[in-house]
Nanobody, 121 residues
């Protein structure tokens, strides 16, 4: 199995910055897509940013120019640098990966436990 562990959430004032990190562990064979989603109270989970196996990245329109995703393919980690944070960025942020293991070579989607980001106005 693959496990994802996030870190870096917290409370920040509007205009501030935070960096989220996520590390994948387990009997990993390969990770295809790795990225971040978020879910605010009463809302659906939404894509924030994703990094594909070929190095391309995609961002939600609401975070373009403010957030940057980076990935270390050798260490199976992904980070999200969040700048110019706004109160509407307040959410639980989830790390997400599509990974195959040594024992199960089918690519499966895996989620982290989530980390809370609160942006005060």
């Amino acid at each position: 199995q693959v496990q994802l562990v996030e870190s870096g959430g917290g409370l920040v004032q509007a205009g501030g910055s935070l960096r989220l990190s996520c590390a994948a562990s387990g009997n990993i064979l390969s990770i295809n897509r790795m990225g971040w989603y978020r879910q605010a109270p009463g809302k659906q989970r939404e894509l924030v940013a994703v990094s594909t196996s070929r190095g391309s990245t995609n961002y939600a329109d609401s975070v373009k120019g403010r957030f940057a995703i980076s990935r270390d393919y050798a260490k199976n980690t992904v980070s999200l640098q969040m700048n110019s944070l706004k109160p509407e960025d307040t959410s639980v942020y989830y790390c997400n990966a599509v990974a195959a293991t040594v024992t199960n070579r089918d690519y499966l989607e895996v989620w982290g436990q989530g980390t809370l980001v609160t942006v005060s106005s």
